[in-house]
């Protein structure tokens, strides 16, 4: 896809701060939505261009119940027409909860005298690992507070702790970070361990409210957290995860400055993020916020169907803080990643027994605490394509989020096939009898609308050599 120049501001450089409040409240003043605008920014991405600030400002400040509507319509539109009905499943393994920072809306702030502190040891990574391998999953994405003790050494190793865990037919194919920014060494060396995406919210992009938030520690920079992502690209990674923490300021500002972050990405290093996050403020072990940007569930999903139209080349991750409800309508209009089987917990995922939550011991409240199982179920359910696919990022496809998004008939050629074949590998070693139904029903209907896929009979072969035990076969 051609990028758009009028989104690109000659201030960008890599390393240099890029947010300019004014710009952005300045954009955001002048936008007046009306049906004419509101149908031709939406009809702009439908034809698969980026939106301009400009373009967004106006989304963002539409508050007429029909123009929303057909915000709402436009994104599951762009969802439908371009992404169809894959969803790819991970799960987040918090590895440690130490962290010298104070941001006061996290139960791992270091203030906190409640917070029950642990680091997983190597085998206890092990065991971990080897439970979430025994439910199915095969992506994961790691977490870590901001401590000297998870220095980029030790994350690397822990990247490959977690790539040599196997169990049965079970392995992690891809390991995802989210962690403290780091220099640009200790960049490449978790580069080099073999993630997938590294991922980093910048929270707020207001910064007042980022001064606020942040009382103590290294995250109490603004600027140093806000080109972390330049420096990652400049050590080589080029596969990136950007989010803002709905609630803490205006979300209407928060918008925007995640759409300026994806222009400073695109004018500085040609590519934008890999996967864009909207978590929302949920409750936490001893937090100190204020209550007047908490964002309504209606509010939540206008943001949704935002930023789908806004950067509609980009996956966008949508977490287990949400409940169930609201995953399910949210869904719709643009998500293509979501967690299932959660359990933020430090070492849960090899307990055998259910725990109540105890916010003392985890970051924050989750809301959906569904086995994967039960997701899987759900999704097949609802005509949605579970998928599991780590092909792209295997075969060295990088860009895949482009490829899908602008390559014509990328989707069919590969996501679609993968999916099935990752499907199809979970229904034959880890779904009971009701969800192994209902997935090769789901399996059989998405292989006959694979219209003009000349490999068909190649993927129903692929299929077979599965269900006779072979694993690990993509496109
Ligand atoms: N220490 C790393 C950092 O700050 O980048 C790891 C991030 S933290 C483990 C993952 C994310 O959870 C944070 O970036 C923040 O957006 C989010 N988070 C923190 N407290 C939260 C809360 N109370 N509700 C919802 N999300 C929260
Ligand atoms: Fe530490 Fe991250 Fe929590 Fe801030 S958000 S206190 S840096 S774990």
Redesign the pocket.
């Known amino acids: 896809m051609k990028f758009n120049p009028e989104n690109y501001n000659i201030k960008d450089q890599p390393g240099l701060p890029f947010i300019d409040q004014e710009e952005i409240e300045r954009i955001l003043g002048a936008a007046i939505p009306d049906r004419n605008s509101v149908e031709r920014i939406i009809q702009k991405s439908l034809n698969k261009q980026r939106l301009s600030m400009q373009d967004v400002a106006v989304l963002v400040n539409t508050t007429d119940p029909e123009l929303i509507e057909l915000i709402k319509e436009g994104a599951k539109t762009l969802k439908e027409t371009v992404y169809g009905n894959r969803i790819v499943l991970f799960a987040p393994l918090y590895i440690g909860n130490f962290?010298s920072?104070n941001?006061r809306?996290?139960?791992?702030r270091a203030s906190n005298p409640h917070a029950e502190r642990r680091t997983l040891s190597h085998n206890e990574i092990i065991k971990n690992v080897e439970a979430l391998e025994e439910n199915g999953q095969k992506r994961l994405i790691l977490?870590?507070?901001?401590h000297k003790t998870y220095s980029a050494d030790y994350i690397a190793e822990t990247v490959r702790t977690v790539y040599q865990v196997k169990k049965g037919n079970g392995e992690i194919r891809r390991v995802n970070i989210?962690?403290?920014p780091m220099d640009l060494e200790g960049f490449k060396k978790v580069h080099q361990a073999g993630i997938g995406t590294y991922q980093?919210?910048q929270?707020t992009y207001h910064p007042q409210t980022y001064k606020k938030y942040h009382e103590g520690g290294k995250?109490a920079n603004y600027e140093y957290r806000l080109t972390s992502l330049d420096t990652a690209f400049q050590a080589g990674i080029d596969d990136v995860g950007i989010?803002a923490?709905f609630g803490l300021y205006d979300w209407r500002f928060e918008v925007m400055g995640l759409v300026r972050h994806v222009n400073h990405l695109e004018a500085c290093f040609n590519v934008g993020p890999h996967t864009i996050s909207f978590?929302?403020?949920?409750?936490?072990s001893d937090?100190d916020i204020d209550e007047d940007y908490l964002v309504s569930d209606e509010e939540f999903v206008r943001i949704v169907a935002i930023l789908r139209l806004a950067v509609p080349y980009t996956g966008m991750i949508l977490t287990a803080?949400e409940p169930r409800h609201i995953r399910d309508e949210v869904l719709q209009f643009g998500c293509s990643q979501i967690d299932a089987g959660t359990k933020i917990e430090l070492g849960a995922y090899a307990e055998e027994f259910k725990q109540a939550q105890n916010l003392d011991k985890e970051?924050?409240l989750i809301r959906d605490d569904r086995s994967l199982n039960e997701v899987i179920d759900e999704l097949l359910g609802h005509g949605y394509l579970p998928s599991f696919c780590t092909a792209c990022y295997r075969k060295g496809r990088t860009g895949e989020h482009f490829m899908e998004f602008s390559v014509p008939g990328f989707i069919k050629r590969y996501c679609t096939p993968n999916a099935i074949l990752t499907l199809a590998e979970y229904l034959m070693d880890y779904a009971p009898e009701a969800t192994k139904e209902k997935g090769w029903k789901v399996i059989t209907e998405n292989i006959m609308q694979l219209n003009g896929f000349n490999r068909k009979d190649e993927l129903l072969n692929r299929i077979e050599r599965i269900r006779q035990g072979e694993r690990d076969i993509y496109f």
């Open positions: 962290c920072n941001c809306y996290c139960g791992f977490v870590y507070g901001e989210n962690a403290a980093i919210f929270e995250k989010g923490l978590p929302r403020l949920q409750n936490a937090i803080r970051q924050f």
